[in-house]
């Protein structure tokens, strides 16, 4: 932690109004705009939000039930703070930092305004390896040494943004310490522990940007092969209630190549956040073999909880991925949902009477949308290592209806939109992801590092976007005339959209061998299906008849592939094509005797 | 009780009234109003300052004037006063007793907002709680400690369906946790419901033997509006306490939540607060959160609520805010659908809009049975088809459909008039209702089913055709 030139000064206010949430004061003139304050008798959580002379409105992060004019208010004089260093992974906190586990170990089951518990492990021993020794040169970003965190995350231990640039002046040698306990010193005068403090709405700086040009493989094959992401890029997940928001945000934190997972349950179920707490650790890493929760933290401020700490535990999330890419990560963001906290938003700024724009929705929404997007992206650090933040943002727009404010602001700040289809979802085609309607603008930069992993991909991803394309056109003429009026050639487009869909883009997440795919394997299936299609379209010029087609049992195979077939036996897709190109050969054989005879 | 008072108003505007400060009022503190008549008023504090408070009354302003008012501040949140007496009786909407019998006999009082359950003190609800009713257990499951919705309208049967999971719910042996205490209780909330509603579930309890395991707040279609916004909350109160306390599986039913919006807008209105959707406030979501998340499971605790709450859509549309922001924060929903009900069928749920989040948990092997996840995954594919072969017959008339299409559309009008459509009394095994579904599915071509495996298809779908012995065809 960097040394303070002088300690914060406190100052003591009293309370005038309090209506809800919201909360005003008298006496706190010299206060900052968002310090922290400690609100009423209980010493609430607070934050002042605006200051008019010496009075001052602060929102208060937890239920003020109770509190009364003429309670104290002190301005703690510094920013709303998260505690960063290692014990962050496989924790759950709430939208402030306070840590569910802990505050459930001294007060209970429910939430009681007030508590609070200890936001990282303080009298923990830590193993660390220092990376300097005295003389050595530090600034911003430098590596000062490393703690083993989890069995999967390395914690490095980063020299503050702040550090001023100098010599160490002392260190520790490798061993075992505390977070209280001092590991360098600088000649400057700062001493550096294994943590430190961030105020939760800055974005923590960076050298530069890098383009975004890897792809963060989630395992999901309409994501990956046809809208895909990239690692430190920004999409969004629009759809109506039970459209598969969440489903899909949880298969991407459990199966996608990041490093760290960062997971903000901001609005949503209790139940969501139980079901990742009690999943998650029986989850093996398909890559590393290790549980996926030694990757995972956890914010949960849920549709029960006080709606002011809703509004901060998007911030709250997005800074503790910053620091982990800082060290040189890559980390993925969900936030579950954006809509909630847009609401949030929206409901302190009535509060605060503020003239309110589209559908009550502050002016400042698509600023303080386009500021958390900005956090995302793929950078250079200041200590020089490369590390990212992809962001995942559900929107829940009312009536599922995408022309609301906050689905179309966010589309302005993302470049990768899966939009979720009622249609689909009710006919239980999960993911529900609309190949009509979803887009990625990451695909071209993609590009080249398929090419180099796999240079079918941007071929098959082209054939297969172009065929649904042509289905739904097709659809729309069969809804006029029925299928029987297509020719042959036309209806072989509908049969094998129906493929696709079925056999390629459907894919459940409680199917055990299905709800990951990798990419080999989504390959071959596409290649497999797409292969179909045009051996179909020669045999349907060399005169066999679609029904023909469509009865061969070589066909019907094709669409169970991506469940009966294991990622690690991927070779029996090979051999399913070569049954089916057999099965062609053997049509091909029947209808040029015919036609000779 | 603080017994500090307020004389005279400042001005009355609906449910919201303000008056001069003269002592300091907590906000959310609970008051008596007295007007000229002296009949006591409650209401809470909803704005506390150095000059002013305003209170929103739980009841009518009708007899207060400005001069002659006074407040009293009674110190505290409003409080339900709990203990095992609750069961078998029967209070008004703001937690008084109403069957004529005295107030409990209890010093336990809670507040009856409550407070979040921590996330981390949850347990994930699983056991599955078999209903009887195909529509729900085959396709859209219960679960203990659930918050699954009826979505209904003005008419269509949602009572009758929530009585009859009231009468029929139960937990199969083996998934019952062993040792688990297995005593159950029902808490009714009525908000802004008719006498007959309340007789309804009244003599459907009485029929079935449970009354006394029954605690029930009413707030009648007579009472005073703003009384709905406290009923839920003493109704939850009540089931917290018998769950969490006591070691009950507890059943909420809250009906009608479209009346509790709407009171709930009304006070909105008169506080002068700008509106979102369809005049509803900014907060409507996080409100109704803040009952629907009272259900669930908690650890150290052996009991369980189970919500039903039960809500009719303004003009049968599922995206106005009440059945939109309900279905964002439930458990999925039961949507009833008009054009079956029309029909002559019940429980006519509408299969497709209808959901369960909580079912991937509860179903399978030793659960309810190891087909169960496909035969529904497959009942849905196959009838969300014949539902878009439909639409293309409307157009292209039935007789020009290819031969498959003919099929779906036979396997739709026998799905719904057998599988969705039963009698009240009808009590189905899990069994009996998976057995079904496989039944209708060999009217299809084998092939067709491809959301089941080979492995189960093989197991469970009849060898000879579905249609075997059909009987009526309607052309
Ligand atoms: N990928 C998926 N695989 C299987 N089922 C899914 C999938 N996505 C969604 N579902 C089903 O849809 C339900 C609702 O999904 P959820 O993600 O909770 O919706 P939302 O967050 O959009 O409201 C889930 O409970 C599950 O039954
Ligand atoms: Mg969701």
Redesign the pocket.
């Known amino acids: 932690m960097s040394a303070r030139p002088s300690p914060p000064e406190v100052i003591r206010g009293r309370i005038t109004r309090v209506s809800g949430p919201v909360v005003l004061a008298e006496g706190l003139g010299g206060a900052g705009l968002f310090d922290v304050a400690e609100v009423g008798e209980a010493r609430l959580a607070g934050e002042i939000i605006r200051v008019d002379g010496g009075g001052a409105t602060i929102q208060v992060y937890e239920e003020n039930t109770g509190m009364r004019p003429g309670e104290s208010v002190l301005s703690l004089g510094k920013p709303l703070s998260l505690s960063l260093g290692p014990g962050l992974i496989g924790t759950i906190y709430d939208g402030i930092q306070r840590p569910l586990e802990r505050l459930k170990e001294s007060s209970g089951s429910f939430i009681r305004a007030g508590v609070r518990g200890e936001r990282l492990p303080l009298d923990r021993m830590w193993a660390f390896a220092p990376a300097l020794g005295p003389g050595d040169e530090i600034g911003p970003g430098t590596l000062v040494g490393r703690v083993r965190e989890t069995e999967l995350v390395e914690h490095r231990v980063i020299a503050p943004p702040g550090t001023v640039p100098c010599k160490v002046s002392r260190s520790v040698p490798a061993g075992e310490y505390t977070l209280r306990d001092t590991v360098l010193e600088t000649e400057a005068g700062e001493s550096l522990t294994l943590a430190q403090e961030w105020p939760a709405r800055r974005a923590r700086p960076s050298r530069k940007r890098l383009p975004p040009n890897e792809p963060l493989m989630t395992g999901l094959r309409v994501i990956d092969l046809l809208f895909p992401l990239s690692k430190g890029g920004c999409a969004a997940i629009p759809?109506g209630?039970?459209?598969?928001?969440?489903?899909?945000q949880h298969?991407i934190a459990k199966f996608c190549d990041a490093d760290i997972i960062v997971y903000v349950g901001c609005g949503e179920r209790g139940n969501e956040m139980t079901d990742v707490l009690t999943e998650f650790p029986k989850l093996v890493d398909p890559r590393t073999g290790r549980s996926i929760m030694e990757r995972t933290i956890l914010i949960a401020n849920t549709s029960n909880m006080p709606v002011a700490a809703r509004e901060v535990s998007i911030y709250t999330g997005i800074t503790l991925a910053e620091y982990y890419r800082d060290m040189g990560y890559d980390v993925a963001v969900m936030a579950d949902s954006t809509s909630r906290w847009a609401e949030a938003l929206r409901e302190l700024s009535g509060r605060l009477e503020e003239m309110p724009a589209e559908e009550g929705f502050p002016a400042y929404l698509p600023t303080r949308l386009a500021e958390f997007y900005e956090r995302g992206g793929r950078v250079e650090t200041l200590g020089g290592r490369s590390g990212s933040i992809s962001i995942i943002g559900?929107v829940s727009p009312p009536g599922g209806d995408f022309s609301e404010p906050v689905t179309q602001h966010t589309k302005r700040f993302i470049r990768c939109f899966w939009a979720?289809d009622r249609d689909l979802?009710n006919a239980r085609h999960?993911?529900a992801i609309s190949w009509i309607d979803s887009y990625s603008e990451y695909a071209e930069e993609l590009r080249e590092w398929w090419d180099r992993k796999d240079p079918a991909w941007k071929d098959l991803r082209a054939q297969a976007l172009d065929l649904m394309k042509r289905e739904q056109r097709l659809e729309q003429i069969v809804r006029l005339i029925g299928p029987d009026a297509l020719p042959d050639e036309q209806r072989l487009i509908l049969v094998t959209a129906e493929m696709v869909k079925n056999g390629f883009l459907q894919?459940?997440?409680?199917d055990d061998v299905d709800k990951y795919c990798v990419p080999e394997k989504q390959i071959l299936i596409l290649h497999t299906i797409m292969e179909f299609h045009r051996r179909a379209e020669e045999a349907i010029k060399a005169g066999v008849p679609l029904t023909e087609i469509v009865a061969m049992p070589a066909r019907e195979r094709l669409s169970r592939l991506k469940s009966e077939v294991a990622n690690d036996r991927i070779e029996e897709i090979r051999a399913a094509e070569r049954e089916m190109a057999a099965a062609f050969d053997g049509l091909a054989r029947v209808y040029s005797r015919e036609e000779a005879t | 009780m603080r017994g500090l008072e307020h004389r005279g108003l400042e001005r009355a505007e609906g449910p919201i009234i303000i008056a001069r400060r003269r002592e300091t009022a907590g906000y959310g503190e609970l008051v008596a109003v007295y007007g000229r008549d002296g009949a006591r008023r409650m209401g809470k504090v909803v704005d506390s300052s150095d000059s002013a408070i305003a209170v929103q009354l739980f009841t009518t302003n009708t007899g207060l004037s400005l001069d002659e008012t006074r407040i009293e501040l009674l110190g505290g949140p409003l409080e339900l006063r709990v203990g095992p007496d609750l069961l078998g009786r029967v209070f008004d909407g703001l937690g008084r007793p109403s069957d004529g019998y005295p107030e409990i006999l209890s010093s336990d009082k809670r507040d009856v907002n409550g407070s979040p359950i921590n996330p981390s003190a949850r347990v994930y609800p699983r056991d599955f709680i078999q209903t009887g009713v195909s529509a729900i257990d085959g396709m859209n499951t219960l679960i203990r400690g659930q918050k699954l919705p009826i979505f209904s309208g003005n008419g269509l049967p949602h009572n009758r369906l929530a009585a009859q999971i009231v009468r029929q719910a139960k937990i199969l042996s083996s998934g019952a946790r062993e040792g688990a205490d297995e005593s159950f209780a029902i808490v009714f909330a009525g908000m802004g419901i008719k006498y007959d509603v309340a007789r309804f579930f009244v003599d459907s309890f009485e029929r079935s033997g449970v009354l006394s395991r029954v605690v029930m707040f009413q707030s009648l279609a007579d009472s005073p509006t703003i009384e709905r916004l406290v009923t839920p909350r003493c109704a939850l109160t009540a089931a917290e306490y018998l769950a969490y306390d006591m070691g009950m599986h507890v059943l909420v039913v809250l009906t009608d939540m479209t009346n509790y919006c709407e009171a709930l807008r009304e006070v909105s209105a008169s506080r002068g607060e700008v509106p979102s959707r369809k005049g509803y406030p900014g907060y409507l979501y996080s409100d109704l959160a803040s009952l629907y998340e009272r259900a669930g499971r908690i650890e150290g605790s052996a009991g369980s609520i189970t919500q039903i709450p039960i809500l009719s859509m303004p003009n049968d549309d599922i995206s106005n805010p009440i059945p939109d922001l309900t279905g964002?924060i439930t458990e999925g929903q039961i949507v009833l659908d008009r054009e079956l009900f029309q029909r002559g069928a019940y429980p006519s749920i509408a299969v497709l809009p209808s959901?369960s989040?909580l079912?991937?948990d509860g179903i399978g092997e030793g659960m309810t049975r190891d087909d169960h996840k496909e035969v529904s995954s497959q009942l849905f594919a196959a009838y969300a088809r014949t539902k878009s072969v439909r639409n293309l017959a409307a157009i292209i008339g039935e007789e020009e459909l290819a031969p498959l299409d003919k099929k779906y559309l036979r396997f739709g009008e026998r799905f719904e008039s057998e599988f969705v459509s039963q009698g009240e009394d009808d009590d189905r095994s899990i069994g009996r209702t998976l057995d079904l579904g496989w039944r209708l599915l060999a009217v299809l071509p084998t092939e067709e089913l491809v959301r089941a495996s080979r492995a189960m298809i093989e197991k469970y779908l009849p060898k000879e055709d579905g249609d075997a012995g059909a009987e009526r065809r309607p052309d």
Do not use: D, V
């Open positions: 759809g209630f039970g459209t598969g928001k969440t489903m899909a298969a559900a979720l979802a999960y993911p894919q459940s997440s409680f | 964002y959901l989040r079912m991937k």
